[in-house]
């Protein structure tokens, strides 16, 4: 058990990689609050979690309100008298998932974006720190960014900088909450990730990677690593896992990537590289009933 007695609280676990590790955490051992803002997705994770014979409840919570990420923090501690780890996870894809080029984007779309992502974060951390701070009681925090945030995914600008932000405020939380014990740290995921991230939100949850979803060889993608299977959300989950466990004491202020090199080059995920007028899009390995829904 590697996260035994931890008290666990993600945002935006309803889905993907939240979803999948708060399902892999409960089996280590941790206590969960799971929330998300679509109603009902953070409950179903919950109630899997239980009927598992683990620890968890589940809050609707929108990562976009300081309302909701200090009541996140007062339910947890309510429920089960601490806080331990606190990971700001939930996150909102470009507008048109690529096919929307920045010149043609709205500043209400760069805000949401940023509002989600990077806000989100921050106001999640803020609320833990404050009660781990106040409480003498460190703890750690873990953030969700992407591979993006190293590089750049062609139609995905807003999403990029928003990423590349989090690095940011992981590395100068490290340095203000050092101090206090508190650990700040983040997973940047390249593939093996949620195909729901791609659909809207009233979708089914999939628990699926993109990769799994389509005819699988390896051959066919931008992905160094040649395994014979393809990427699953778990494979995400496994480094947050040592993120979030006392594994990881002495690691604080990174931005890690669960990739296979791949970042590097491109994603597994075919982008449209012409985000200008054309709409010569190649669909590449998103297969083409995903990519029905996300042209919907
Ligand atoms: N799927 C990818 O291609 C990919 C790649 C790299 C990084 N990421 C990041 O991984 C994280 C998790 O996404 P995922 O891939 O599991 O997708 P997902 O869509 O399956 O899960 C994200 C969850 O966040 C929730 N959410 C969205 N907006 C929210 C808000 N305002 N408040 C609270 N919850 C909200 C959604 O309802 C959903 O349940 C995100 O930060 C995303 O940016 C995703």
């Avoid at 509002?115 to 999640?124: D, E, H």
């Amino acid at each position: 058990m590697r996260l035994k007695d931890k008290v666990i609280a993600i945002t935006g676990s309803g889905s993907g990689l939240g979803r999948e590790s708060a399902l892999l955490f409960a089996a280590e051992g941790a206590t969960l609050v799971v929330s998300d803002v679509v109603p009902g997705r953070a409950q179903a994770v919950a109630k899997e979690i239980v009927e598992n014979g683990g620890t968890a409840i589940g809050i609707d919570a929108d990562v976009r309100s300081e309302a909701d990420m200090d009541n996140l923090v007062a339910t947890t501690v309510d429920h089960y008298g601490r806080i331990d780890v606190m990971w700001g996870n939930a996150g909102v894809p470009e507008p048109g998932f690529g096919m929307q080029p920045l010149h043609k984007s709205s500043l209400e779309d760069w805000n949401n974006i940023f509002a989600v992502n990077t806000t989100g974060i921050y106001l999640a951390w803020r609320a833990a720190a404050r009660w781990m701070i106040d409480n003498k009681r460190p703890g750690t925090l873990l953030g969700t960014s992407s591979a993006a945030s190293f590089t750049a995914y062609p139609g995905f600008p807003m999403y990029t900088a928003s990423k590349a932000a989090v690095n940011g405020l992981v590395r100068a939380a490290s340095l203000e909450f050092g101090k206090f014990g508190i650990r700040a740290n983040a997973i940047c995921p390249t593939h093996g990730m949620s195909v729901n991230f791609a659909l809207p939100p009233e979708a089914e949850v999939l628990g699926k990677s993109y990769e799994e979803m389509a005819p699988w060889n390896p051959d066919n993608r931008a992905m160094p690593l040649r395994v014979d299977t393809p990427p699953v959300i778990r494979d995400n989950a496994y480094l947050a896992l040592f993120l979030v466990s006392d594994e990881s004491r002495y690691t604080s202020g990174q931005s890690i990537a669960s990739a296979d090199g791949g970042q590097f080059a491109r994603t597994s995920i075919v982008f449209p590289t012409d985000t200008g007028e054309s709409d010569d899009i190649t669909s590449g390995a998103i297969p083409d009933e995903l990519r029905n829904e996300i042209e919907r």
